[in-house]
């Protein structure tokens, strides 16, 4: 694997010397009445780490397969479709591997199994997170994007009507939004992984958006720190604010995933939402 397959990105130009990174200056703003929004990474932090738990499991699937690269090389083979199916739902990334493993000389096993492995895995490591915010020892805020609230309450100020669409499966993300007290501010409903993969994808759901509303291209938003949405809503005209959210320090941006959003077409690169006075400014039009 090449690593030139990566493109790296100059930074800027930035709004008001903020960390909101506008890389279309010519963005349509002002219209927005609908706003997407991926759930992990995004708004909850529960999950953090998952590519810690997913990849290295891969490594040692495909090792026990017989691939002989070296670490470095198959780890960063299996970071690239991993990231690039992140936003759909898991099952793809556990067809991937299936394949990997067939295309080796394997015998793969069925990629439900492979994501029963995956869940069990990484359940172990979140399952404290998720007694905590049970338990009340963690309050919500803890284990979200600083300042999510207000930036969800801004929009709802705004009149935009909320949608959430999350490749993880639903049991999960309803649970999980419920335990954020998220859960009520999207109107618009809902949406992530069904037992059935043709019954949910980030694309249908924009197609549902549009067609429930109405809408135009630059009427919708999205807010993801993932590839798939932000391709999915450049490939429907809209508005693509890509969330290059470092999840451990909470602060700065992630430039694996900066770059990997804006190489999606993301509009505009935040951090998260610290700046969030600029970004609506730039997004509705209001600085000016
Ligand atoms: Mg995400």
Redesign the pocket.
């Known amino acids: 694997m090449n690593l030139t397959e990566f493109p790296t990105y100059e930074p800027g130009p930035f709004a008001d010397n903020t960390t909101v990174e506008v890389r279309n200056e010519g963005l349509p703003s002002g219209r927005i009445r609908s706003a997407l929004f991926?759930?992990?990474?995004?708004i909850s932090l529960i999950r953090t780490g998952w590519q810690d738990i997913m990849i290295p499991m891969m490594v040692e699937i495909l090792r026990d397969a017989g691939d002989e690269q070296t670490e470095d090389s198959l780890t960063l083979y299996i970071r690239e479709y991993v990231d690039r199916l992140?936003?759909k739902q898991t099952i793809f990334q556990m067809m991937q591997l299936a394949e990997e493993v067939e295309r080796l000389g394997g015998n793969a096993l069925d990629p439900l199994d492979y994501k029963q492995i995956y869940n069990d895995r990484l359940m172990e490591r979140i399952e404290s997170r998720r007694n905590d915010l049970q338990s009340g020892a963690r309050g919500p805020d803890d284990l979200m994007m600083p300042r999510t609230r207000e930036l969800l309450d801004g929009l709802k100020a705004r009149g935009v009507t909320l949608y959430l669409a999350s490749g993880t499966d639903y049991v999960y993300v309803e649970e999980e939004a419920k335990l954020l007290e998220v859960d009520g501010y999207f109107d618009g409903g809902i949406y992530a992984a069904l037992d059935r993969i043709e019954d949910f994808s980030k694309a249908m759901v924009i197609k549902q958006m549009f067609e429930e509303h109405e809408l135009s291209g630059p009427e919708l938003v999205s807010f993801?720190?993932?590839y798939v949405e932000i391709l999915n809503t450049k490939e429907a005209d809209g508005i693509a604010v890509g969330v290059a959210s470092d999840e451990v320090g909470r602060v700065d941006v992630n430039e694996w995933k900066r770059n990997r959003l804006i190489q999606a077409g993301a509009d505009i690169i935040i951090p998260g939402y610290q700046h969030q006075e600029a970004l609506f400014d730039v997004l509705f039009g209001e600085g000016a």
């Open positions: 991926d759930f992990d990474g995004t992140t936003g993801g720190d993932g």
